[in-house]
């Protein structure tokens, strides 16, 4: 009897093992078909960008085949003057977007939650969020019937006001703050959104303590609201700094990089390299973009860290 006992437990345990691992497993099995298609439509590509970025490629010279480069494509990239004019217009771009739209969403943020606005509250967030509905190409073609020099509204209003008409086109400053007026007004909602669910998971009870203690609203906002904003500001400031550095789209379609070249970005440059064909620079460029910005972002985290392990 002492040596069947065992034999009868080992099936028991081997089932449970199974059932475990199954279930342990299933998840897994569910989301096999997604990761196979990520792997599929993009780590592929990614992966072939990256091996052209080491390679003379010239997409209209098939004949001359992809002669290995090594690292000469990122070499030459600092001696593209009109590049390092990109990049510094990029940098300008990104510091006024980003800090002007995340002051301008969260003044949004704090009205839309305003308890007072009753059932306006709801009619008057659906409207802010419209522009998020858009695509970045349809905003800036739309912008760009609004700047018109000879036939848009802008220009009209401004002469009813009494001043001359802009060539919003024509001149450097004008094009850029076009371009920055257009990107602002199609972001700012998505900052406004994530700022406002920040806003709704803070507990009243928190701000009707500090009232009771004689906090002032100003008082408030800044030691209580500010700090447990802070897991959504950063989420706000990573992406939002990210989109700004691979501004393209609105771009592309308001001013097509004019005058000149003044208001073309990095990745609208990246376009011209791909436009004429050289195929290893613009993989080089756009990797030199992507670790750039993920250095980036990882130094917004390694400022949040510390904030957020406080409030631990």
Not at 202 to 224: R, T, W
Not at 229 to 251: E, H, K, N, S, W
Not at 263 to 287: D, I, K
């Amino acid at each position: 009897m002492s040596s069947a006992a065992p034999t009868l437990l080992v099936p028991g345990r081997a089932g449970r093992a199974r059932r475990q691992f199954w279930r342990r497993a299933t998840p897994y099995l569910f989301i096999l078909p997604a990761v196979v298609a990520l792997a599929a439509f993009i780590a592929y590509p990614v992966g072939y960008s990256f091996w052209l970025s080491f390679h003379d490629y010239q997409l209209n010279l098939p004949i001359l085949g992809k002669p290995w480069v090594g690292l000469e494509n990122y070499r030459n990239l600092p001696s593209d003057e009109a590049l390092i004019g990109s990049i510094k217009w990029t940098v300008t771009f990104a510091a006024i977007t980003v800090p002007v739209g995340f002051v301008l969403g969260l003044a949004m943020a704090l009205v839309v939650n305003s308890p007072y606005l009753g059932i306006a509250r709801g009619v008057l967030r659906g409207a802010l969020l419209l522009p998020m509905m858009l695509a970045g190409i349809v905003a800036g073609f739309m912008w760009r019937m609004l700047f018109d020099p000879e036939y848009g509204p802008i220009n009209h209003l401004i002469g009813l006001l009494g001043f001359g008409r802009v060539s919003w086109f024509g001149d450097l400053q004008a094009a850029k703050a076009a371009v920055i007026i257009a990107e602002l007004w199609l972001s700012t909602p998505f900052v406004m959104l994530v700022l406002m669910a920040g806003l709704q998971g803070i507990p009243d009870d928190y701000l009707e303590a500090a009232k009771i203690d004689g906090a002032s609203p100003v008082q408030s906002f800044f030691q209580i609201v500010l700090p447990l904003l802070r897991p959504a500001i950063a989420v706000v400031i990573v992406i939002r700094t990210m989109d700004a550095l691979r501004a393209f789209d609105v771009i592309y379609a308001l001013t097509n990089g004019g005058p000149g070249t003044e208001t073309a970005t990095v990745m609208f440059y990246n376009y011209r390299y791909f436009t004429y064909f050289q195929m290893g620079r613009a993989s080089a460029l756009s990797f030199t973009v992507l670790v750039a910005i993920a250095l980036i972002t990882l130094v917004y985290l390694w400022l949040m860290k510390p904030a957020q392990e406080q409030d631990r």
